[in-house]
């Protein structure tokens, strides 16, 4: 746990942004990415796990990342923002475009190692989200579900949300049978995903 969080907190820098396959980088190293519903809160966990405010733009406008955002860490790793999915007032064509380029990623890319998918533990999961997880079964893409705004929500519903996010992992062939229960704002969760994420650099 102490080496992920040296890691975490030496350089980690965004060196590239793409909105079309063809607009990817070469590969550098293992990629893990990040996913969920729009204003799921991918930007904040990215800044909670590499301890700085402003890593990835947290905005309050939900579907504002549009593109797969690239960033270096410590020449180790690559952290992937990924578009957010389900937001209702991003237009069809748009919505396709991003699950097309979505799944020809995570299908495509040999470099990408695991899908970090966040579910915002205060609504729990919803259609979005399972066809999110369909979508990583079909392109057999690893992915880790992990419990988001944890500290937003009373320790028995979060208890129930944690149980229920189990059981649907074990629906998927894909997703891992761990989940994580994190929170950014108290730092819930962090260390320990932290350390799961850097001993894939190993």
Not at 63 to 78: E, S
Request: hydrophobic content about 50%; overall charge positive; aromatic content about 6%.
């Amino acid at each position: 746990m102490e080496a992920a969080r040296k890691l975490f907190a030496g350089p980690c820098d965004f060196f590239h942004a793409a909105q079309v396959l063809a607009g990817l980088p070469p590969e550098r190293g293992i990629e893990i990415a990040f996913a969920g519903r729009s204003n799921v809160g991918k930007s904040s966990i990215l800044n909670a796990l590499t301890g700085r405010r402003a890593l990835a733009r947290v905005s309050t406008t939900p579907g504002r990342t549009k593109q797969l955002n690239f960033f270096d860490l410590g020449g180790r790793l690559v952290l992937v923002d990924m578009p957010g999915y389900g937001y209702a007032e991003a237009s069809k064509s748009v919505k396709e475009a991003w699950q097309g380029m979505m799944f020809d990623y995570l299908r495509g890319r040999p470099s990408l190692r695991r899908v970090i998918l966040l579910i915002d533990a205060r609504v729990g999961f919803k259609p979005a989200d399972e066809a999110a997880m369909d979508l990583l079964d079909k392109a057999a893409c690893a992915f880790q579900l992990v419990l988001t705004k944890a500290d937003k929500v009373k320790p028995p519903a979060l208890a129930a949300i944690a149980a229920r996010a189990v059981a649907v992992a074990r629906e998927h062939g894909a997703a891992l049978p761990e989940v994580r229960v994190t929170s950014s704002e108290t730092g819930a969760g962090i260390p320990e995903l932290r350390a799961e994420i850097a001993a894939l650099a190993a």
